[in-house]
């Protein structure tokens, strides 16, 4: 054999393969499970405050919003509250860039380089993008950063989009779209499709017990708070209403004001934590 007919791999290539597990390794991996934890203590949170919010006044009443704004006032008024925040902030930064990771370099498992799956990861890289940003301009002083209610902050939102040419139209596209996203979030619980995602293999059969309720619980607890504020976009575009379009606070205080009453609102609470303390074993046990 000729040393000609060898192909030794290019820089480019050897360049590209040295990204790749850097970005796989575990730097990527740590920040991304502080960004699971980051997450998990957000929605714990917004679910023991829908949860005070049944039990206080049956969901109709003032206190608290129970969305991410409520959540950073509450940490805020603990002991230490400062630095909490800007321990969340830094978690949730390093999940943006756990999903920029993989918008370059693909997820976990023999599909992960799909082009729907890249773009997935941009579309949570952005979010979470926008989620640590306010969580840090809160920390370091801008009060009005991601603390106003978010029922505020989707009615103006609404209201201008509504005043575009068209507008009708994409307020209830987006509507539908966040319906569909919260079908496919509660269907993937209840089919338990995580485990694709999850080192289920080291896991003792109790603790593979208690994810898997988390994780339904959990999972459809989201999928069906998305698909209703969803349904309210819907609403708010059909009638030209943007007070009837809801963000999560109203969203989750509608569900006392069904035949259940509180009980309802207590049942999606639970839930809520539920998929914080999922997001928490995303952090132990996560495929990278």
Request: charged share 20%.
């Amino acid at each position: 054999m000729h040393l000609s007919s060898i192909r030794l791999p290019s820089a480019t290539h050897r360049g590209k393969r040295k990204a790749r597990q850097a970005a796989k390794g575990r730097t990527v991996a740590a920040v991304a499970r502080a960004g699971f934890v980051g997450r998990g203590v957000i929605y714990l949170l917004v679910g023991a405050l829908a949860l005070r919010i049944a039990f206080s006044d049956g969901g109709g009443g003032g206190g608290r919003q129970a969305d991410r704004g409520g959540a950073m006032a509450e940490i805020a008024d603990k002991p230490f509250g400062n630095v909490l925040l800007w321990l969340l902030g830094c978690a949730l930064a390093g999940m943006a860039l756990w999903r920029l990771s993989e918008v370059f370099f693909g997820q976990a498992g023999p599909d992960g380089d799909k082009a729907s799956k890249r773009a997935l990861a941009g579309a949570r890289c952005l979010f979470y993008c926008f989620v640590s940003y306010s969580v840090l301009a809160y920390a370091a002083g801008d009060k009005g950063s991601g603390s106003g209610s978010s029922d505020k902050t989707t009615q103006d939102a609404t209201a201008k989009v509504l005043d575009w040419p068209g507008g009708q139209w994409v307020v209830a596209a987006a509507g539908a779209g966040v319906i569909v996203a919260g079908v496919w979030i509660a269907g993937r619980a209840l089919l338990r499709k995580y485990h694709d995602k999850l080192r289920m293999g080291e896991m003792s059969r109790r603790v593979r017990q208690g994810v898997d309720v988390l994780g339904v619980t959990g999972g459809t607890a989201r999928g069906i708070v998305f698909a209703v504020a969803g349904g309210f976009a819907v609403s708010a575009a059909l009638r030209h209403k943007p007070g009837e379009a809801k963000g999560m606070d109203n969203t989750l205080r509608s569900f006392a004001d069904t035949g259940a009453g509180p009980w309802l609102l207590m049942l999606i609470a639970v839930g809520l934590g539920a998929f914080g303390l999922f997001s928490w074993a995303n952090a132990r046990w996560r495929k990278f």
